[in-house]
T-cell receptor, first 112, second 115 residues
Framework: AQSVTQLDSQVPVFEEAPVELRCNYS??????LFWYVQYPNQGLQLLLK??????LVKGINGFEAEFNKSQTSFHLRKPSVHISDTAEYFC??????????FGKGTRLSVIA | EAGVAQSPRYKIIEKRQSVAFWCNPI?????LYWYQQILGQGPKLLIQ????????DSQLPKDRFSAERLKGVDSTLKIQPAKLEDSAVYLC?????????????FGPGTRLTVL
């Protein structure tokens, strides 16, 4: 069965600094990978997804992620963060038509 | 376009009481999902509907949880009787198709506290 590990529960970073949020998954078959963002008291919003094709995926708000099959990773990056990026970020995996399995989340705190 | 609507936003009940949550998906979305998000964890799928039929309810605790989507549009999730461990945010999501590649749009959630 697939599972997702988000290695950092909290990541503090100064405004305009780069950030990487790490995600590793386990699966024995081909996967679809997703990053969602959750702002306080709101539902989840899709940032980006990898279904097939190019391993570098660009999403909304300047985020991008790279699928690395050999490392079973799908790390999320942004070259310069803003205060408004403060939120909870969830990595999720699916093996096709199976339900999304979410990680426990990483709380990104951007410091002015 | 209006998003996924959920009500109530907050609910506090005592254990052994019953509670119901309501969800109205985005217009035209055939697939509806209910997730449970316990504090400090990611969302966990409880049930998935395609129109008014159940696609997956393997993780729904059927002894106390029930859900319906009678007319293939809005949906209700009920817990009866509630336990302390049911305290969580209940998220509703909808998508235009059933495949995982279809983007799921989430509502703001209902925060349930069981005392």
């Amino acid at each position: 069965a697939q599972s997702v590990t988000q290695l950092d529960s909290q990541v503090p970073v100064f405004e305009e600094a780069p950030v990487e949020l790490r995600c590793n998954y386990s699966s024995s078959v081909s996967v679809y990978l997703f990053w969602y963002v959750q702002y306080p008291n709101q539902g989840l919003q899709l940032l980006l997804k990898y279904l097939s094709g190019s391993t570098l995926v660009k999403g909304i708000n300047g985020f991008e992620a790279e699928f690395n099959k050999s490392q079973t990773s799908f790390h999320l990056r942004k070259p310069s963060v803003h205060i408004s990026d403060t939120a909870e970020y969830f990595c999720a995996v699916s093996e096709g038509n199976t339900p999304l399995v979410f990680g426990k989340g990483t709380r990104l705190s951007v410091i002015a | 376009e209006a998003g996924v609507a959920q009500s109530p936003r907050y609910k506090i009940i005592e254990k052994r009481q019953s509670v119901a949550f309501w969800c109205n998906p985005i217009s035209g979305h055939a697939t509806l999902y209910w997730y449970q998000q316990i504090l400090g964890q990611g969302p966990k799928l409880l049930i998935q509907f395609q129109n008014n039929g159940v696609v997956d309810d393997s993780q729904l605790p059927k002894d106390r949880f029930s859900a319906e989507r009678l007319k293939g549009v809005d949906s209700t999730l009920k817990i009866q009787p509630a336990k302390l461990e049911d305290s969580a945010v209940y998220l509703c999501a909808s998508s235009s198709g059933t495949g995982t590649g279809n983007e799921q749009f989430f509502g703001p959630g209902t925060r349930l506290t069981v005392l």
